[in-house]
């Protein structure tokens, strides 16, 4: 009888239309999940790093892996047996070492293979393996091996979820067909384990991620989605008083438990053999007091050494043997089982399979990550960048367990570093809106009346080019404007650059921004890619500008208000006060003529309530008088100075209401004169911010030494 | 020669390790670890030993490593432009004795591959290559070590024999240059250029050893160094030292100081030993704050105490 996960996958395959309209389907919704995640393509950002291209999104594959029932329970007691006997092997290499004693395991080869954590030996956590993954393949005469385990940080959970999550979407019918176990009680298990890896009652938990450089992180970022904790980055985290605590805009909180995404070598440059200067220092001295609870304990990534694993399985005999025992993959062995693709041909599946272990029970996750292999990959390294979800069969949905933990309110603790990526974040959408905006505006009236560059022997597209020039930003560094083409172009070019560090920002604080936010920077990437290509036309900047407007939307109506909300819209707040300095400044004052200030008007969306109110041509006065004393216009100087006053007032921050005040006083006088002071306000009331706010550490850098 | 000491032969120093870091710039948070404390030995006895930073440490720990060697930790977190962190240890040290055993190499590592028990955790781990020993396989620095190593270890040489004739080959062959390496210089290049210093040349020695399958770690610690004749001694001229320390079946670990080509070592008082000096480094650290600028000064002084 040909086993049903058979059937099942040639059921799919035999419809070739619809699994080509599925793979259409998964990836869109790859793209805007996991692109929301990572905003891919980034520029150089200001500290001159950039985001790893490693971490580009893969494709799936829409023919899933499939597993019968009777299949995956057998695997789920192996993978049970396993994560547990390797935490006794761990529990042995750092505690007694009889496996080193009794000859076993060669010590040579842990102190060799640089994973042996030096300060580890002699630690006794709670538990070593809280999390756990494992590669499995079958050989072409169907059995399993294993390829490698992982015990460090195990990557790919979240990628697993995330595929799910894309297939869930895509063939929700047939999922439901053939009773495909979900995987929604995974994520509560996962906290529950965490959680139970400290002694607190409703122990704080963090992420541990390696920021937006980390090839991962996409996946640790969709995580502490997952989970509903924070994201915290070693610069997030401090250890004082042997507590480890995560700084926040009201001070330092504490941290219980830390899911960390680092590798073992990683996380403490205090460490004898850490490598380098990132991490937290003195982390582990906080875990040896039992200030915070680490997931999976130091130490656990020696498993992962490849000089240990011709050791492994008499280590785990020696300790735990098995029952239900796979064997590991013989090296060079490579007639794997093929499986079939959506297109091209069949390529053998490395499955990657999940558990966590509570302490009193590990949860296998029933399904996992399949990854395909090309001709000359190595199993354990597949390069394809193709995955495939992994189904387990079953009679009907099984209901999810889902575990409830008592809530922790997190509500005021925003990091610090959230609330300073949510100001930059608005800082930089306010610029680039404007200068959507004024490019938009300049744009289609040349377009519409191309006679207009002939007018005044071409002074009026000079003009133009001037405003431009101005709100770009450039008018010191580029010297003065020469033409309305060159000054279109280097628009453009800061545009570009603006919408990236706009882009860059938001991408590191992805896990407080809502999922149709996800979605609409995935557009203004797309978008801003092309404007990096050629010249953005009108068209595009209209999307540009829905986009913009978008996640202004989405900021007022879908983030919840406290201190990084008000810290984030005085971000943009001060940048629109600084936008429209620089607009009437450029305009009104220095150039009132009637087509440049209507230029103006029309690019602080003004223009019409300047006709309905005034009735009449365009006069520089009462467009001043508009654009910026005018508080019931949204656009307008003072109105952005009243709303920041009130943030001031919100964040019960006296010296920023001073600021804001004599920005409001210098209103009352002659345009000409209060201008250039408002635009001062702006820049003192920007630095006041930073200083009060983020006076976040910079890195830690290693302290030299030398012996002669 | 008698300093007078406790007991006939026996000499007594007070080392006094200073190390300061200048940042330039006010720092948020300093974090250091130190391996300053020497350790008891069977011909060194410890009297005293303080570590203390300034500015005054929020946090202090103290605990032994994974090899024994005890470890000072402090944490600043206050604003500071400077940190001095000053070890003072009084020292006792037997005369020394000079090792016997004739064991040939190739025995010590048959020995070595079948060690088990508290053995095979307190002596295998030093026949690991670590970072600061290890050689590209088919380097010519490798085949230049392999030279190196073959001329000292004739086959059935004894094992002290040999390392004392490895402590010559180095003493001999390579040039003392404090202007060539740094902390970070390979030891391909120390080979290629035949010069460097003692922590190069301890590494050398472990590197060899190793390289024929014996046990060798890397020793921390400091070297009284006479003044020349006719001149007052100079407070501060005595420097930090490393050597190296090879196990013999019939003699334990013996020491040997590529650098003076000494073996047995004289007036060296050990502070400890690791697989190499990443895990003995005297201090190390990390410091948050706004600058990476540091200018790093250290004095040390040996000097002769009565008993």
Redesign the interface.
Known sequence: MTPRSESVIADLRADAARVDEWRDRADRLLAAEGAGHLVHDLPVRADGRTASPSSRPWRLDPIPFALDTLVFDWLRAAVTERMQAIGAVLADLHGDRTLITGGTVPPEVLHASGRYRSDAVGSRPPRWLTTYAVDLVQTADGVWHVVQDLTDAPVGLGYALLDRAVMARVAPDVMALHGVAPLHGYAPALRRALASVSPVESPRTVVFSGGIDHPSYIEQSYLAVQLGVHLAEGADLVVRQRRLWLRTLDGLEPVDVLYRRLDDAAIDPLEADGHGAAGVPGLLLAVRSGGVGLANAHGSGVIEAPGLRPWLAAAIDAVAPLTAAIDMLPAGRRDFLTHPLATGEPAPVVLRMFAVDDGERVTVLPGGSGRVLAPADDPAEPMAGLAKDVWVLGDRAVPGRVWRLPQVDFARSVPTRVADSLYWMNRYAERAEAMTRLMRTIDSRFDQDPALLLVDDGRLAERAARVLHIIGGMMHEDGPPSGLDAALGSVNHALVRVTGSLLTEATQVRDHLSSTTGRVLEHLSRLRSAFDRHLADVDSLDAALADFAALAGLWNESTVRGPAWHIGDLGRRIERAAVMVDLVSSTVIDDPDPWTVEVALAAAESLVAYRRRYRSDVEAEAAGRLLVLDVDNPRSVAAALTTARAHTVALEWADGTLLVDDGLDALRRPLDVALPLVGEVGERLGAALVRRWFSAPTEPVAMSGRMS | MSRAGGEPGTRRYRVTHRTT?SYGAEM??G???TTLVPRTTPNQRVLSSTVRAVPEP??H?ERL??FGNPIV?F?V?RPHRDLVVESVSVVELEPPVSPVDETPWEEVVAILD?M???D??DI??F?????FTALDPGSGAAAALDDLTRRAFAPGTGIVDGARALCSAIHGGFGFD?TFT??STPLADVLAARRG???DFAHLAIAALRWLGLAARYV?GYIETEPPPGQPRLVGAD????WCSVWTPGAGWVDLDPTNGHLPVERHVTVGW??DY??V??????????T?E?R?E?AVDMVPVDA
């Open positions: 870091y948020t948070d974090y250091s670890v929020d946090e720990e490593d994974q930790q944490g977190h079948s088990v028990g508290q095979a955790l295998r781990p026949r690991a290559t670590s970072s404090p740094e902390v210093v003692c922590q921390s420097a930090s030292h490393a690791g697989r990443a895990d480094t005297p201090v190390r650290g990390v410091v948050i704050g706004p990476a540091q790093l250290v």
